[in-house]
Nanobody
């Protein structure tokens, strides 16, 4: 199995920045995708950013230009750099790693954007 450990969440004022990290460990065979999802109260879970094994990235329209996803393959770690944060970004953020087509999820980390 793969275990995911997330960190970096917290409270930040509008316009501020946060950097989320997610480290994968365990019986890893071949990670072909690493992603960040988020879920706000009363809303559906949505894909925020994704990165493939080739380094190709994609973003939700709502965060494009403000968020950056990256990965360190040697450390099996994915990052989400969040800038110009807005109250609408408030949510629980979940790391997602796909290994041999099986998805693993982190425990979630709370991001709150408020003044």
């Amino acid at each position: 199995q793969v275990q995911l450990v997330e960190s970096g969440g917290g409270l930040v004022q509008p316009g501020g920045s946060l950097r989320l990290s997610c480290a994968a460990s365990g019986s890893i065979f071949s990670i072909n995708a690493m992603n960040w999802y988020r879920q706000a109260p009363g809303k559906e879970r949505e894909l925020v950013a994704a990165i493939t094994s080739y380094g190709i990235t994609k973003y939700a329209d709502s965060v494009k230009g403000r968020f950056t996803i990256s990965r360190d393959r040697a450390k099996n770690t994915v990052y989400l750099q969040m800038s110009s944060l807005e109250p609408e970004d408030t949510a629980v953020y979940y790391c997602n790693v796909v290994d041999l087509a099986y998805p693993y999820w982190g425990q979630g980390t709370q991001v709150t954007v408020s003044s």
